[in-house]
């Protein structure tokens, strides 16, 4: 599969903004994904996954509460709605993407094989 996210951009604190990640292939309905983030002179962390029935969503303890992470299969397209954003949030967001079809959501960078090429976000103070 082929992962390409979109919709980073420059926004206040305190703003909002909606990141995609669109996913070639039939098969994304089979795939847990997951969003994880890189801030400049720091290891990529994760940010929040769902499982591939969308039932099951997991978040890293910064983002809970401000970010809500959600698929549409028909569409094969992966969501993070971010609110409330902090300038701490700026970083290069990724999209990632396993074949599992298991309840749990997927947490570790190390269980995912597809990521997508990144995209910016900046959160000015």
């Known amino acids: 599969v082929q992962l390409q996210a979109s919709g980073g951009g420059l926004v206040q604190a305190g703003g909002s903004l909606r990141l995609s990640c669109a996913a070639s292939?039939?098969?994304?309905?089979?795939?847990?994904m997951g969003w994880f983030r890189q801030a400049p002179g720091k290891d990529r962390e994760f940010v929040a996954a769902?499982?591939?029935?969308?039932?099951?969503?997991y978040y890293a303890d910064s983002v809970k509460g401000r970010f809500t992470i959600s698929r549409d299969n028909a569409k094969n397209t992966l969501y993070l709605q971010m609110n409330s954003l902090k300038p701490e949030d700026t970083a290069i967001y990724y999209c990632?993407?396993?074949?599992?079809?298991?309840?749990?959501?997927?947490?570790?960078?190390?269980?995912?094989?597809?990521w997508g090429q990144g995209t910016q976000v900046t959160v000015s103070s």
């Open positions: 769902i499982n591939w029935s969308a039932i099951n969503t």
């Open positions: 292939g039939r098969t994304f309905s089979s795939y847990a």
């Open positions: 990632a993407a396993q074949e599992k079809f298991t309840m749990r959501p997927l947490l570790d960078q190390g269980e995912y094989k597809y």
